[in-house]
């Protein structure tokens, strides 16, 4: 089942606890600068916007790979990095159009939300229920795919 | 683990950038943040020295907590002698510097000297250098953040700086950090401005560590639902800021209106929360737009506001209508109350001024108070004032001085002076509603007996946030007591004072306490640091540093004497409300104040009480 | 149906897999002219820094990937092909039929026409057999020239550097990176270089090679002293691999194969994917664009075609991701503008951090950056997508830096 983070800014509040949450996980130390889910404050606006990988079926990142070091997680379709393999030549960070893949400089290999293997600590960690983790057919996922068509380098007719 | 232990020194006289370990001595003692920080500058400044002169430092200190997921967990706290104040400053912020500063490696900042023409500092991941500032000398809070980002092509940098006014010596500047958050109080922005420091711009990415993670996620998740499960901190706060308190304190007669002339104000409901949540007829839009959270923050009481377009502060001014930091209560009280200023939108304006170029609208707001009283006395008069009609509950009197003082012009330059000096200087020095040279909050100690008592003893001044008494006076928490009463309130307010330094100095804020006590405290920090972090040792640690604190300032050359309250409060009393008839006791309580913190009468820590607090 | 993928780089390997999922029973047959299993060029300087064994250099990791997906792997070279008979002749002599045809033969590097590059000691850094040749040489302490500060002179550098080896980096052009980044952010490369120790020489030509009397290398230089080298990495350029074509009746363009939006060929049932297709460029016209992404866009696009499919073209965006020596740079798209488009730039020299965009009326066409790590996928968005970036274009050009803000705030994702 492909699943999903569904984000809800106007609940947002901007403390950065998944980002707390989500380095922590993954780096082992609160580092919100390594963290895969990123929250954008539109200062001017009031409004606070969190912002990760949507798991696309473009998969550009995968695809851009020249090693096969991103893979797909079959039990909820999420783009797992493997850091054995990714040499760190940065070609998926310029290849996501959606700049969700970044670059450590620390480790030398790239980074991304990889749904912590299906229980997503920035959920658990949001005190506001901005981030929901729910199959992607109930989620606004069409709405992001129907975004990320505008970039799609091919546009298929009845494909 | 938890401290970096890594401080950096920063020579302005010099130049010079560098490195030094952390004294984890001191740290196991002071804990860190204000309580270190602390023992930094009184071990390496002489008390008497003047704030504005090079020998006076200015530290940025951040908690073992701060950079940690533990709710709030983003404070630092600027230490220095006030140029307010004269007498020891420690200036708390929020926002998203201080976990910046310790994920670029550093538990402390310690500026010494004076730079030659204005710098600022950049920090990156454990480099640290001085860079010319004179480009943005003579610019706002908001164009110097802006400006610093995109000169280093990095929206990302977390950025603390001062306005004009901390550059052309207001006497209350702050030091803004992210765009509206601030070390308020005391001057330490004025400070800054007197060692040619106009900024100091971090970007931090490696990391923060605790002593025992698997104890640490545990204690902290605790933590959280306690602060969710309550109802100032999981429901009043979030949904109405500290803004929830301008009603209820008005009820109570403790909201001091009009330069304390009054108790009470009528225009209360017109700048409340509820007031900000209101629609309003141009756009049918509220002046609240969101609440916000500073770093790690579960309860999120910030206020993000617009002004109404149509109004005159703004309708041909489009840089001010957006969305930014809202009024909180001590500002409405200040801008509203205590001018009589009843305008939603030129509060919110005047705030906007204050967070934009950077001084404390506490100290602005008391001051025009002040300045207008001695307006209506006839001690002022438009000569004075550059033809400012200052009436109390004048908006337009109010925004225009905002913007005066932002830039230190006119009458503004002279409301700069804080209302210490300001009274001082028209020989009415019984209207300035201040201790120790610092103006009041948003309680009136008639009405609430225990924050008279508070504003006495603070070390930095009359401050509500050295022992927020108001939380059992008023609102029951941990119990209740009666806020009429003076009996128990030296206990109640020594109380207080320990446990809001041992939270000064961990790296949250202060406002967790509205749920937490030291039990549900001392398991994170326990679990952070190194060390023995009960509960009892805490205590230990906050009444030291209290004590340092006013070791400090009996060095400065303050003495009891200067523990006590302007005369309105002492003589006149109270003429509305529950505290009708009522003057501040303090002379019943402050006796017992001094015994119980085991002072002598004149207010000095016996060699007793030092002795056993390792002083 | 079968199908004849000639090159077994990334465009052919992804041709091939696209080709499984669409035709589950078509022949596919991938024909690589190189020893060891279908690798990545895109990964040797990480073998030569020593990041990785040349395994990890592998386009395909899991073992009998190919064959598990009935993907027939060839060790041998398209020598000719013969449209009308639907034939390849090998270089082996052997003739293997198609029906549909990938030419996804990539391109080489090019040698100057400089006296003294047939010399023992001068390599090219394309192939594993040529990264196993510099490692040998490149020691630490040795004297290494590397002719050519391009995209792929810079890639190498940094594991040059890795190796310990004193390294001098000559350069025709006045800058580093001369077609992927401007003036001034290829001269803050340039010091950045020289920070890390090595010597760069701009506007500096290569006039011979000569064998030292020590034993070693010398190289001459248009001015200045000639400079010793044990080795001499010479990457100055790269060509499509067309040779075998020549004389042919497919259609050329730019040294390339000229395919339609649909990477088709000017032959029916002849396709082209990657370095040596000349394809729809995204912002304007035709190009061979020799970057991975789009060998990746190519192979998988052609493939949907060749199986029978509709899948048209939107154009490969030129974008690379450069590290050199610690510092990042990339380039997206049409970078220097267009006559009458707005230039945004913020540039810190002292920090090494540099973005520039180019706008066309409201819409981003192309950008540099340095030093810049954060979400810079979102530029290829910004460009490609071809939003209208309303009020966020001023906001950019008061501060380029802010292009994640933009994005977000342009996407569903804020909505």
Same mark, same amino acid.
């Given at each position: 089942?492909?699943?999903?983070?569904?984000?809800?800014?106007?609940?947002? @509040?901007?403390?950065?606890?998944?980002?707390?949450?989500?380095?922590?996980?993954?780096?082992?130390?609160?580092?919100?600068?390594?963290?895969?889910?990123?929250?954008?404050?539109?200062?001017?606006?009031?409004?606070?916007? =969190?912002?990760?990988?949507?798991?696309?079926?473009?998969?550009?990142?995968?695809?851009?790979?020249?090693?096969?070091?991103?893979?797909?997680?079959?039990?909820?379709?999420?783009?797992?990095?493997?850091? $054995?393999?990714?040499?760190?030549?940065?070609?998926?960070?310029?290849?996501?159009?959606?700049?969700?893949?970044?670059?450590?400089?620390?480790?030398?290999?790239?980074?991304?939300? #990889?749904?912590?293997?299906?229980?997503?600590?920035?959920?658990?960690?949001?005190?506001?229920?901005?981030?929901?983790?729910?199959?992607?057919?109930?989620?606004?996922?069409?709405?992001?795919?129907?975004?990320?068509?505008?970039?799609?380098?091919?546009?298929?007719?009845?494909? | 683990?938890?401290?970096?232990?890594?401080?950096?020194?920063?020579?302005?006289?010099?130049?010079?950038?560098?490195?030094?370990?952390?004294?984890?001595?001191?740290?196991?003692?002071?804990?860190?943040?204000?309580?270190? %920080?602390?023992?930094?500058?009184?071990?390496?400044?002489?008390?008497?020295?003047?704030?504005?002169?090079?020998?006076?430092?200015?530290?940025?200190?951040?908690?073992?907590?701060?950079? @940690?997921?533990?709710?709030?967990?983003?404070?630092?706290?600027?230490?220095?002698?006030?140029?307010?104040?004269?007498?020891?400053?420690?200036?708390?912020?929020?926002?998203?510097?201080?976990?910046?500063?310790?994920?670029?490696?550093?538990?402390?900042?310690?500026?010494?000297?004076?730079?030659?023409?204005?710098?600022?500092?950049?920090?990156?991941? &454990?480099?640290?250098?001085?860079?010319?500032?004179?480009?943005?000398?003579?610019?706002?809070?908001?164009?110097?953040?802006?400006?610093?980002?995109?000169?280093?092509?990095?929206?990302?940098?977390?950025?603390?700086?001062?306005?004009?006014?901390?550059?052309?010596?207001?006497?209350?500047?702050?030091?803004?950090?992210?765009?509206?958050?601030?070390?308020?109080?005391?001057?330490?922005?004025?400070?800054?401005?007197?060692?040619?420091?106009?900024?100091?711009?971090?970007?931090?990415?490696?990391?923060?560590?605790?002593?025992?993670?698997?104890?640490?996620?545990?204690?902290?998740?605790?933590?959280? +639902?306690?602060?969710?499960?309550?109802?100032?901190?999981?429901?009043?706060?979030?949904?109405?800021?500290?803004?929830?308190?301008?009603?209820?304190?008005?009820?109570?007669?403790?909201?001091? @209106?009009?330069?304390?002339?009054?108790?009470?104000? $009528?225009?209360?409901?017109?700048?409340?929360?509820?007031?900000?949540?209101?629609?309003?007829?141009?756009?049918?839009?509220?002046?609240?737009?969101?609440?916000?959270?500073?770093?790690?923050?579960?309860?999120?009481?910030?206020?993000?506001?617009?002004?109404?377009?149509?109004?005159?502060?703004?309708?041909?001014?489009?840089?001010?209508?957006?969305?930014? %930091?809202?009024?909180?209560?001590?500002?409405?009280?200040?801008?509203?109350? /205590?001018?009589?200023?009843?305008?939603?939108?030129?509060?919110?304006?005047?705030?906007?001024?204050?967070?934009?170029?950077?001084?404390?609208?506490?100290?602005?707001?008391?001051?025009?108070?002040?300045?207008?009283?001695?307006?209506?006395?006839?001690?002022?008069?438009?000569?004075?004032? %550059?033809?400012?009609?200052?009436?109390?509950?004048?908006?337009?009197?109010?925004?225009?001085?905002?913007?005066?003082?932002?830039?230190?012009?006119?009458?503004?330059?002279?409301?700069?002076?804080?209302?210490?000096?300001?009274?001082?200087?028209?020989?009415?020095?019984?209207? /300035?509603? +201040?201790?120790?040279?610092?103006?009041?909050?948003?309680?009136?100690?008639? &009405?609430?007996?225990?924050?008279?008592?508070?504003?006495?003893?603070?070390?930095?001044?009359?401050?509500?946030?050295?022992?927020?008494?108001?939380?059992?006076?008023?609102?029951?928490?941990?119990?209740?007591?009666?806020?009429?009463?003076?009996?128990?309130?030296?206990?109640?307010?020594?109380?207080?004072?320990?446990?809001?330094?041992?939270?000064?100095?961990?790296?949250?804020?202060?406002?967790?306490?509205?749920?937490?006590?030291?039990?549900?405290?001392? =398991?994170?920090?326990?679990? /952070?640091?190194?060390?023995?972090?009960?509960?009892?040792?805490?205590?230990?640690? *906050?009444?030291?540093?209290?004590?340092?604190?006013?070791?400090?300032?009996?060095?400065?050359?303050?003495?009891?004497?200067?523990?006590?309250?302007?005369?309105?409060?002492?003589?006149?009393?109270?003429?509305?409300?529950?505290?009708?008839?009522?003057?501040?006791?303090?002379?019943?309580?402050?006796?017992?104040?001094?015994?119980?913190?085991?002072?002598?009468? $004149?207010?000095?820590?016996?060699?007793?009480?030092?002795?056993?607090?390792?002083? | 149906?079968?199908?004849?993928?000639?090159?077994?780089?990334?465009?052919?390997?992804?041709?091939?897999?696209?080709?499984?999922?669409?035709?589950?029973?078509? @022949?596919?047959?991938?024909?690589?002219?190189?020893?060891?299993?279908?690798?990545?060029?895109?990964?040797?300087?990480?073998?030569?820094?020593?990041?990785?064994?040349?395994?990890?250099?592998?386009?395909?990791?899991?073992?009998?990937?190919?064959?598990?997906?009935?993907?027939?792997?060839?060790?041998?070279?398209?020598?000719?092909?013969?449209?009308?008979?639907?034939?390849?002749?090998?270089?082996?002599?052997?003739?293997?039929?198609? $029906?549909?045809?990938?030419?996804?033969?990539?391109?080489?590097?090019?040698?100057?026409?400089?006296?003294?590059?047939?010399?023992?000691?001068?390599?090219?850094?394309?192939?594993?057999?040529?990264?196993?040749?510099?490692?040998?040489?490149?020691?630490?302490?040795? #004297?290494?020239?590397?002719?050519?500060?391009?995209?792929?002179?810079?890639?190498?550098?940094?594991?040059?550097?890795?190796?310990?080896?004193?390294?001098?980096?000559?350069?025709?052009?006045?800058?580093?990176?001369?077609?992927?980044?401007?003036?001034?952010?290829?001269?803050?490369?340039?010091?950045?270089?020289?920070?890390?120790?090595?010597?760069?020489?701009?506007?500096?030509?290569?006039?011979?090679?000569?064998?030292?009397?020590?034993?070693?290398?010398?190289?001459?230089?248009?001015?200045?002293?000639?400079?010793?080298?044990?080795?001499?990495?010479?990457?100055? *350029?790269?060509?499509?691999?067309?040779?075998?074509?020549?004389?042919?009746?497919?259609?050329?363009?730019?040294? %390339?194969?000229?395919?339609?939006?649909?990477?088709?060929?000017?032959?029916?049932?002849?396709?082209?994917?990657?370095?040596?297709?000349?394809?729809?460029?995204?912002?304007?016209?035709?190009?061979?664009?020799?970057?991975? =992404?789009?060998?990746?866009?190519?192979?998988?696009?052609?493939?949907?075609?060749?199986?029978?499919?509709?899948?048209?073209?939107?154009?490969?965006?030129?974008?690379?991701?450069?590290?050199?020596?610690?510092?990042?740079?990339?380039?997206?798209?049409?970078?220097?503008?267009?006559?009458?488009?707005?230039?945004?730039?913020?540039?810190?020299?002292?920090?090494?951090?540099?973005?520039?965009?180019?706008?066309?009326?409201?819409?981003?066409?192309?950008?540099?950056?340095?030093?810049?790590?954060?979400?810079?996928?979102?530029?290829?968005?910004?460009?490609?997508?071809?939003?209208?970036?309303?009020?966020?274009?001023?906001?950019?050009?008061?501060?380029?830096?802010?292009?994640?803000?933009?994005?977000?705030?342009?996407?569903?994702?804020?909505?």
């Amino acid at each position: 089942m492909q699943k999903s983070l569904v984000i809800y800014p106007d609940k947002c @509040t901007g403390c950065l606890q998944c980002e707390l949450a989500c380095s922590y996980q993954a780096e082992g130390v609160f580092n919100p600068a390594k963290s895969r889910i990123k929250v954008f404050n539109f200062h001017d606006q009031g409004r606070f916007v =969190p912002y990760t990988c949507t798991q696309c079926d473009e998969a550009w990142c995968l695809h851009a790979c020249p090693v096969d070091a991103i893979t797909v997680d079959m039990t909820n379709g999420a783009k797992v990095v493997s850091d $054995d393999v990714c040499v760190g030549c940065k070609v998926c960070t310029i290849a996501c159009p959606f700049g969700t893949v970044n670059y450590n400089q620390a480790t030398g290999k790239v980074i991304k939300c #990889d749904l912590c293997g299906g229980d997503p600590e920035c959920v658990k960690a949001c005190p506001t229920d901005a981030i929901a983790y729910m199959d992607a057919d109930l989620t606004g996922l069409e709405k992001m795919r129907a975004w990320a068509a505008k970039t799609d380098a091919a546009l298929q007719a009845g494909a | 683990m938890a401290w970096t232990g890594k401080i950096l020194r920063v020579d302005l006289t010099k130049g010079t950038c560098t490195d030094e370990p952390l004294n984890m001595d001191w740290a196991k003692k002071y804990l860190g943040q204000r309580g270190l %920080g602390t023992k930094y500058l009184c071990e390496e400044i002489d008390p008497r020295v003047n704030p504005l002169s090079p020998k006076n430092k200015l530290i940025m200190a951040t908690g073992p907590l701060t950079g @940690t997921n533990a709710s709030t967990a983003g404070r630092y706290s600027v230490i220095t002698k006030g140029a307010l104040t004269g007498a020891i400053a420690c200036s708390n912020s929020g926002g998203f510097f201080g976990n910046e500063m310790k994920n670029a490696g550093y538990d402390m900042i310690i500026f010494e000297g004076r730079a030659k023409t204005p710098v600022y500092l950049l920090v990156r991941d &454990g480099k640290a250098e001085l860079q010319d500032g004179r480009g943005f000398w003579g610019k706002s809070v908001w164009d110097t953040e802006e400006g610093i980002k995109k000169k280093h092509g990095d929206p990302l940098i977390r950025v603390a700086s001062i306005g004009v006014s901390g550059e052309k010596g207001v006497k209350f500047a702050c030091i803004v950090n992210d765009m509206h958050r601030a070390a308020g109080r005391s001057g330490v922005g004025t400070v800054m401005g007197s060692k040619n420091l106009k900024a100091v711009a971090i970007r931090g990415t490696l990391g923060v560590t605790v002593d025992n993670p698997k104890k640490f996620m545990s204690a902290v998740a605790k933590g959280k +639902q306690v602060l969710a499960d309550n109802a100032v901190t999981g429901q009043g706060l979030p949904a109405m800021g500290t803004q929830v308190l301008m009603n209820v304190i008005n009820e109570v007669g403790a909201l001091p @209106t009009r330069n304390h002339l009054a108790n009470q104000f $009528d225009g209360a409901a017109d700048i409340s929360a509820e007031a900000m949540a209101e629609p309003r007829a141009s756009d049918g839009k509220p002046n609240l737009v969101t609440n916000a959270a500073c770093f790690a923050c579960t309860i999120a009481c910030g206020r993000i506001s617009t002004i109404d377009r149509t109004h005159y502060t703004v309708a041909k001014r489009p840089q001010y209508q957006i969305a930014s %930091g809202g009024l909180e209560y001590e500002a409405a009280w200040a801008l509203g109350a /205590a001018t009589g200023v009843d305008d939603l939108d030129a509060l919110t304006f005047a705030n906007f001024i204050c967070n934009e170029q950077g001084f404390d609208p506490i100290s602005f707001g008391a001051t025009v108070g002040a300045a207008m009283e001695m307006y209506e006395k006839g001690v002022l008069t438009k000569k004075h004032t %550059g033809g400012i009609a200052l009436n109390f509950g004048n908006a337009k009197a109010l925004t225009k001085l905002a913007e005066l003082t932002g830039q230190a012009k006119g009458f503004g330059a002279e409301i700069g002076l804080g209302s210490k000096l300001l009274c001082a200087k028209y020989k009415r020095p019984a209207l /300035a509603m +201040q201790v120790k040279g610092q103006e009041f909050p948003a309680y009136d100690g008639r &009405g609430i007996q225990g924050m008279g008592l508070t504003y006495a003893t603070s070390n930095r001044g009359a401050c509500h946030l050295r022992s927020y008494t108001v939380a059992s006076e008023i609102l029951g928490i941990p119990e209740k007591t009666d806020p009429l009463a003076t009996k128990g309130k030296a206990g109640l307010v020594i109380a207080f004072q320990n446990a809001t330094s041992v939270v000064d100095s961990a790296g949250i804020c202060v406002f967790t306490t509205f749920a937490w006590s030291l039990d549900d405290i001392a =398991p994170q920090i326990d679990a /952070a640091c190194a060390g023995d972090w009960s509960v009892d040792n805490l205590l230990l640690v *906050g009444e030291r540093i209290w004590n340092l604190e006013r070791k400090f300032n009996l060095d400065a050359g303050f003495t009891g004497k200067d523990d006590t309250l302007p005369k309105r409060l002492l003589k006149d009393a109270a003429k509305t409300g529950p505290a009708k008839g009522l003057t501040s006791g303090l002379h019943k309580m402050l006796p017992e104040y001094y015994q119980l913190r085991g002072w002598s009468k $004149d207010g000095v820590p016996s060699n007793k009480t030092l002795s056993r607090l390792a002083l | 149906m079968k199908y004849v993928i000639a090159g077994a780089g990334p465009a052919g390997v992804i041709a091939a897999e696209t080709l499984r999922k669409a035709d589950p029973k078509g @022949t596919i047959v991938l024909i690589g002219d190189e020893p060891e299993a279908p690798y990545s060029r895109m990964a040797i300087p990480y073998v030569l820094s020593g990041g990785i064994g040349e395994d990890g250099t592998r386009l395909r990791k899991t073992p009998g990937h190919f064959k598990n997906l009935s993907i027939h792997v060839l060790r041998d070279r398209v020598a000719k092909v013969l449209p009308k008979k639907r034939q390849v002749i090998l270089a082996g002599g052997a003739k293997t039929p198609f $029906d549909r045809l990938l030419i996804a033969t990539g391109s080489r590097p090019v040698k100057p026409p400089v006296p003294g590059l047939n010399l023992t000691g001068v390599h090219h850094c394309w192939t594993l057999a040529d990264a196993r040749n510099i490692a040998e040489l490149a020691q630490p302490g040795a #004297d290494v020239v590397l002719m050519g500060a391009g995209f792929i002179g810079c890639i190498i550098l940094e594991s040059l550097l890795a190796r310990g080896v004193n390294l001098t980096v000559i350069e025709m052009e006045d800058r580093m990176v001369p077609r992927m980044m401007n003036e001034t952010a290829g001269n803050m490369l340039k010091s950045w270089c020289q920070k890390k120790g090595v010597a760069v020489k701009t506007k500096t030509r290569v006039t011979g090679v000569k064998k030292s009397n020590a034993g070693g290398l010398t190289v001459h230089l248009n001015k200045g002293r000639p400079v010793n080298a044990a080795l001499i990495v010479v990457a100055t *350029g790269v060509k499509s691999n067309t040779g075998f074509l020549k004389g042919g009746s497919v259609r050329m363009q730019d040294g %390339g194969v000229a395919v339609d939006d649909h990477l088709q060929s000017s032959i029916d049932g002849i396709y082209a994917a990657g370095d040596v297709a000349c394809g729809p460029d995204f912002s304007g016209g035709w190009a061979v664009h020799a970057i991975q =992404p789009t060998a990746a866009e190519h192979g998988r696009i052609a493939a949907i075609n060749m199986a029978g499919g509709d899948a048209r073209y939107q154009g490969s965006l030129i974008m690379n991701v450069l590290d050199t020596a610690g510092l990042i740079s990339a380039s997206f798209g049409n970078w220097p503008g267009v006559n009458g488009g707005d230039i945004a730039e913020t540039v810190d020299k002292g920090h090494f951090r540099y973005t520039r965009l180019a706008f066309e009326d409201d819409r981003l066409i192309g950008a540099l950056t340095l030093g810049l790590t954060e979400h810079v996928g979102v530029i290829r968005g910004l460009i490609q997508s071809r939003i209208s970036l309303g009020p966020w274009k001023k906001k950019l050009i008061a501060n380029p830096s802010s292009v994640m803000e933009a994005y977000v705030a342009l996407s569903p994702a804020a909505a």
